[in-house]
């Protein structure tokens, strides 16, 4: 039984010495083999090459893709950020350090953090006149993301113009969203009281008097336009009184809006958006030949003598009848030349629009 202990204390004893008679070092075992590892976690998105200054070996750390054995020396670390991101900083051994590219010493098991942070844009808005933009200033947008600004005219004031990044709208709106924000932008709203404009200076300058009355100037000094709305009897028919009290050159675009209450398709694309002197030389024209001559004056004779056959359109005066007063309206403007300045309509916004080197009264009938 003593012999058994013995040997038993003696294995112990052996194998508790063996390190020490060797000189053997406990260290962690390496899986591939002896070498100087890197790890390079990415916050965000992109990668970083790491170059063997010596050598000139590249490793690619791109996620899932983060470790490499290096071997031992300096690398070059560059980071490569992903569309719409942009390098920050880098962590781990190279806290601190915001350089890209950046020289580091491998170390056994290192480990560097790429920081990637999303690229962020400003967009700058501003207001003229009785109105506010929300949000105004400054504003700072991601990569990709979209922005709306409300634009809020005060009482008895519209939006007037608005410029995007230099350009003029050419459509009325009181509110403009930036879709998939990829760079900076402006944003500049002019506010006016309702039937003016402020016409700023420039070229392809869009005004607008009101919602549905717009200016398009090829060049002007910029100044202020007015422009009232005529009453108008027949159907959709309007009439617009505009005037400028500054210089332009070239032609001016006049868009209105109608009502089409009570017409049919081939009524609208029938639509004409016709210049004249006044109100009632536009009137005046009942057959709508752009001339006011004896015909019209026939015609409006004829309703005079059949009271009972009224017709709005015929009623030059507006007073309810057609009487000897509307014919005399008529010979007042004969000989008066109407100009058919339409260039175009949209039956789906109920807009016609045409162009014009100089101004006086539109009406579209």
Known sequence: MKRKVSIFALTLLLVSMLPIALNIPLVQADRVGIGKFLTIEIMGEGSVNATKVKSGEVFIFNPPVTA?????????LEAFA????KFSHWGGNLTGTSESPTEYRTEKYGYVVAVFVKKTYTITAS?????????????????GASQTFELTPSAGNHVSAIVVDGVYLSSFTQSYTFYDVTADHTIEVYFSADGEATVPAGTDVTVFLVS???LTFDDTDGGTATGEEEYYPVGAATAWDISVTFTFTGEVKVTLHYNDTGLSLIDEQNLRLIQGDSVEALRSDVNNDLVVDSIDTDIVATAVSQ??????????NNDGVITNADIHIVNANKGTILEDITDGIN?????I?????????????
């Open 68 to 76: 490499h054995k290096v071997g031992a020396g300096t690398v070059e």
């Open 82 to 85: 992903s569309e719409g991101w």
């Open 127 to 143: 207001a003229v006149g009785n109105g506010a933009i929300d949000p105004d200033g400054e504003v700072l947008v991601e990569y």
């Open 212 to 214: 549905g009355a717009g």
């Open 307 to 316: 009271p009972h056959l009224y017709e709005p359109y015929l009623d030059l």
């Open 347 to 351: 039956t789906d916004l109920n807009i």
């Open 353 to 365: 629009w045409g162009t014009t080197d100089h101004f006086s009264i539109f009406g579209v009938h």
